[in-house]
């Protein structure tokens, strides 16, 4: 069976809660393997909800119904507070990424208490400043940051993650809206670990299976690289 836009693989799914600091409960889903224990977890950090973002939004949502089963990682995906999907909407109101400090120290605390291991940030757009300034956690082993427009996200924030000195990737799309490859090459040079990944043809929101795909092999090659570069057919 080809594996399409709208495959879903098997997997262990829970409709799970997070429990901020400052009071709110945010809704979400873990998707965990369907036999044995994750390699390692992502936890998604979806785009601006003022614009449609949520948890479902397309990429994120696809890599739960695949990187379960396909690459044995655990997906977390919630909704940043005052933020509707079908799982529901979570308590507050969105506050610029000011608020969502907490929203991201709730998830990372949750895969804490529920030890899953190894865990990575993958942010998109308005997800990838959230990333940056409140993502600098000892528990956090990385970033992955799709379409980063670096507008409440600096230069400063780069930096200081580069001091943070964990891996940070970013994938800029040839034709984004906001940031493109070659400025955005210049911009992360202030973090010396940054990689910067170009993708030829790709825009700001991923349109496309090939695009998907780019992506989420990219995710996999770090964090279970055994299982890289992902299978097309099952």
């Known amino acids: 069976m080809d ?10 799914r829970e409709d799970i809660e997070l429990h901020t600091a400052d009071g709110l409960t945010l809704v979400g889903e873990l998707a965990l393997p369907e036999t044995g224990p994750p390699a390692a977890t992502l936890v998604c950090l979806h785009p601006l909800p003022t614009h449609g973002g949520m948890m479902d939004s397309h990429v994120l949502r696809k890599a739960s119904y695949r990187l379960p089963a396909l690459a044995g990682i655990a997906v977390l995906r919630f909704n940043t507070r005052g933020t509707t999907s079908d799982r529901g909407t979570s308590q507050g109101a969105f506050d610029e990424g000011e608020g969502e400090r907490w929203d991201v120290a709730a998830a990372l605390e949750y895969a804490d208490f529920h030890d899953l291991p190894n865990p990575w940030l993958l942010g998109w757009s308005f997800g990838t400043e959230l990333a940056l300034r409140w993502g600098r956690d000892p528990l956090v082993r990385g970033a992955i940051l799709l379409s980063p427009p670096l507008k409440r996200a600096g ?67 770090r964090l279970n690289p055994a299982a890289a570069p992902l299978p097309t057919t099952v």
């Open 3 to 12: 594996i399409r836009a709208s495959t879903v693989l098997p997997a262990r």
């Open 155 to 221: 230069d400063e924030d780069v930096a200081a993650w580069g001091e943070f000195g964990r891996p940070l990737v970013a994938l800029v799309p040839e034709l984004d809206d906001y940031l493109r490859p070659e400025e955005a090459a210049r911009r992360f040079a202030a973090a010396p670990q940054a990689e910067v990944i170009g993708v030829e043809g790709a825009k700001h929101l991923w349109v496309g299976e090939p695009y998907v795909r780019v992506v989420l092999d990219e995710v996999v090659k």
